[in-house]
């Protein structure tokens, strides 16, 4: 990223962002509250135009590419992500799968339900398949929703808060699941507010202040000098484009 920056109503959210994303790993924004970490995913996603600046993805001008263009791009898994009713869990990943051709029906091929069963799989959800989202626990459901992400074959995860209201067993399990999918084949970038979990599992760290970025590197265990804070009301977010 060279240069963000993002003014909504005469104030600057982001200012002079720049920073890069590595190719595969897990990479987490650090900020407090209203620091711009929401703003920040929203624009390398695409879902707002960056006021100034321009992002990469490898050698292509981001910024220059249409929303539908940056879909192929970002799975994004917002904080409150929905839970759609009366549908499983199965179900749900399953439309993760869907991408319009300009056919008014989605036909579900072999292959779509091979990699649905591994996505959940591999999100330790594959017992749930048959039981609808709203009857499995909090954690179970960022575990679909992650496999929701992971079936849509875009190779950047973009996860905005999405621990809230999880126990510390299952924060920990969401990390290192993260963490083993990042190592493998994905670039993730993580909104958290976990900052010793995310000193221990983080690949990259960026932290932001006022919209600015004061920090971009590995761990560090001074981070919390920066924040000024506790870590409860500290947030991660990583940093994707480059």
């Known amino acids: 990223m060279q240069g963000i920056s993002f003014v909504r109503h005469d104030k600057a959210v982001l200012s002079d962002v720049s920073a890069t994303v590595p190719a595969r790993g897990l990479t987490c924004l650090l900020g407090t509250n209203g620091a711009g970490k929401t703003t ?8 707002l135009k960056p006021t100034s600046g321009r992002y990469f993805i490898d050698s292509t001008d981001a910024s220059a590419l249409s ?13 409150n992500a929905p839970i759609p009713p ?10 993760g799968r869907f ?30 398949g048959d039981r609808r989202l709203d009857e499995v626990s909090g954690g179970e459901q ?4 992650l496999a929701f992400g992971l079936v849509s074959d875009k190779y950047f995860l973009v996860l905005d808060e999405t621990l809230d209201g999880m126990d510390v067993f299952g924060k920990r399990t969401f990390f290192e699941l993260l963490k083993d999918i990042a190592s493998r084949d994905k670039s993730i970038v993580l909104a958290s507010h976990d900052l010793d979990l995310v000193n221990e599992f983080a690949d990259k760290i960026i ?8 920090f971009e590197g590995p761990p560090d265990s001074d981070l919390q000098k920066l924040l000024g804070s506790s870590p409860e009301s500290a947030y991660i977010i990583p940093d994707k484009g480059k």
């Open 67 to 79: 929303r539908k263009e940056l879909a192929r791009h970002f799975a994004v898994i917002p904080q």
């Open 40 to 47: 920040l995913l929203r624009v390398v996603s695409g879902e």
């Open 142 to 145: 960022r575990r679909a929703w």
């Open 99 to 128: 991408k319009p051709r300009g056919s008014p029906k989605w036909r579900v091929s072999g292959q779509d339900r091979a990699k649905v069963d591994a996505s959940l799989s591999r999100c330790r959800v594959e017992g749930l």
């Open 207 to 214: 932290v932001l202040v006022g919209g600015r970025v004061v």
């Open 86 to 95: 009366y549908l499983t869990v199965r179900e749900m990943v399953g439309l």
